[in-house]
């Protein structure tokens, strides 16, 4: 599967912004999709996820209430809809999926593929 982040651009604090994940085929059963991000200096953490089976979620806990995952299963697409954006949200925002059970759903090395990321800056 080969996956197309998009939507990342620059946005004042408390401003909102939406990033979609393009799959290339059907993603269907006990995959998930994951989103993840990494600021410069430091290591890629774990934002959101979505089982496509079942439609669970799950949200790191800085951004819960603020973020939302949800899906276009006619496109094939995932979105990260993110609200009140703040400073350290800037990052590079990145799509993967994979067979990924629920204990290891934020974990990066479950995910085997990834899409290319997607810069969002936030300024104060």
């Known amino acids: 599967v080969q996956l197309q982040a998009s939507g990342g651009g620059l946005v004042q604090a408390g401003g909102s912004l939406r990033l979609s994940c393009a799959a290339s085929e059907r993603i269907f059963g006990r995959y998930a999709l994951g989103w993840f991000r990494q600021a410069p200096g430091k290591e890629r953490e774990f934002v959101a996820s979505?089982?496509?089976?079942?439609?669970?979620?799950d949200y790191v806990d800085s951004v819960k209430g603020r973020f939302t995952i949800s899906r276009d299963n006619a496109k094939n697409t995932v979105y990260l809809q993110m609200n009140d954006l703040k400073p350290e949200d800037t990052a590079v925002y990145y799509c993967?999926?994979?067979?990924?059970?629920?204990?290891?759903?934020?974990?990066?090395?479950?995910?085997?593929?990834w899409g290319q990321g997607t810069l969002v800056t936030v300024s104060s």
């Open positions: 979505l089982h496509w089976s079942g439609g669970s979620t």
């Open positions: 993967a999926v994979g067979r990924v059970i629920t204990s290891s759903r934020r974990v990066p090395n479950a995910y085997g593929s």
